[in-house]
């Protein structure tokens, strides 16, 4: 007591338990936890214990003399000087003391869910001289007027860029084969493992052709990239999409070419004025390589985070859970994410959905990364930690190691459902491994970085983690948090642990999705049942070994940012 060594853990982290005690710390238990000498209240608990926390407490029952729980009654009317817990909600702040040491910050959600990071990137402009297009995937909120309508403009110049993409691969396409002397098909290569294949043309002799759709994509196309080379920073600029044109037979033709096949007329000079254009759209925007041609747009609960309540695919497509059915929170009538290609459905789902939690407005919308790097063909996401120890100076720690999740089908935009589309483990562990997928992925569907590494010196690019990947993780993080840091609840003594969630485009560069407080520390595989115990405990090192010992050793965290 004396020592200030009370701490208190909410939810299943016995690494953290076991850590501290062998640092000679003695534990006040929750109510729910060991046996309960007397009644007593916990500092603050409104939260019950989950069915998983429930299991991990009972697999890490290290007290069978009762000692623990014995020294735990002891210290039952102290506040802990530790706390370790799911959510900030179980600490009462009133009860702290300025040296008290809780691993949460107030109102991170400015950037820890995806309505909040949203809005806050719209702002870092104004803050950092930054560009969010540069590393998070465009993105509005649906409920907002003037965000809805930012989008559907969007979504019209992105079909208009995709048709004319399109247009360009069938003329190619039709020159290949003409080119092609008969018998000279190549088998599959190692490379064609990470490029994600369009829909091939099924256009036959009586297929419409649509001879008007590329002039007016043309004409769209030149009048968007008139209006970027004028556009001011806060994009006051109208764009070109609310002409006098038939948007909704523009869409329905457009659709017919990317998703059913239909074919294109394209002249020799409409040929090269859509090289020549998309050759300079493609300078003024930057997102532009990872955009693909079929234009997919992922709808996301803007409270969400941490991969949680994630579901639903558009189009039609099931298929059989195993283990007893997919749970209530993955059924595709409740709350989740939803892959769309089409505008008309997109604003469908966000009207219809009646949750209180996710009605219009907290539905966000997203551009789908569609030219992004798999492995073995499979999508795939990477989790990266860091620490924030201070945010006045903004203090910013990096971790050293990090893993990869893997879906449990073959990646393919022409069918979306969520085993194909959504990494996370919380989805994943509801499905077999397919029958086609590669049998090099893993069959725990988890790499570490050094195996990642690897495969990148596999592919010929031995460079890009530690020129390009790394890097842009790191400023991706750093832009988040400068963007939020003036709406963060400020607190001395606190830290937190965050778990950023990234895909990889096929140049290389990092696309950052989201970023979660309290990230998972249960293990689901060899990999995370190291990493995640290392993380924790250099996580320890960092927040109390080094406050008395700033030369100890803090693992792989690094520092990379302080004011």
Known sequence: VQEKKIFMVQGPYPTIRRLLRARGWVERKLPNMGRQLEQHQPLHSPWLPTEDEKEEEEQCNEDPNGIHDLMSYLVRDRVPNFIWANHLSAVDPQLLEQDHVVNHYARVGAFTTKEGLCLSLQNLPWIEQADPNTFFPRCYRLGTTDEREAFIDDFRLTAARSLLKLALEEVGDRLM???????SD?????????????????????????????????EICEQHLGVLRHQDIDRSTPFPCRTCIDWNRFLQDYYCVAHEGAGLVL????????????????EQLPQFSMEGKLNVWILKPGA????RGKAGESGGHTQAPYRGGVPPSLCPCSPGIICATQLEEVLRLARGCTAPSVQEGKWVVQKYLEQLLTIFGTKFDIRQWFVVTDWKPLTVWFYGDCYLRFCSRPFSLHCLERARHLCNVSVQKWYKTSPDQDPRVPPDRVWSS???????AWLGQAGAWHQ?????????????????????????SSFELYGADFLIGEDCQPWLLEINSCPTMSPSSAVTRRLCANVQRDTLRLVLDRKDNPTCSIGAFELIYKE
């Open 177 to 183: 084969r003409a080119e092609q002397p008969p018998g």
């Open 186 to 218: 190549k088998g599959p290569g190692w490379h064609s493992s990470h490029v994600s294949h369009p829909m091939p043309s099924t256009a036959g002799p009586g297929s419409p052709l649509y001879p008007r759709l590329v002039e007016e994509a043309l």
């Open 267 to 282: 002249s020799g000079a409409q040929r090269e004025r859509c090289q020549d254009l998309l050759r300079r759209l493609a």
């Open 304 to 307: 969400e985070s941490q991969g």
């Open 450 to 456: 050094k195996q990642f590494q690897a495969y990148l």
């Open 468 to 492: 390009v990947i790394v890097p842009g993780m790191k400023a991706a993080i750093l832009n988040a948090l400068r963007s939020a840091q003036d709406q963060v609840g400020f607190r001395k």
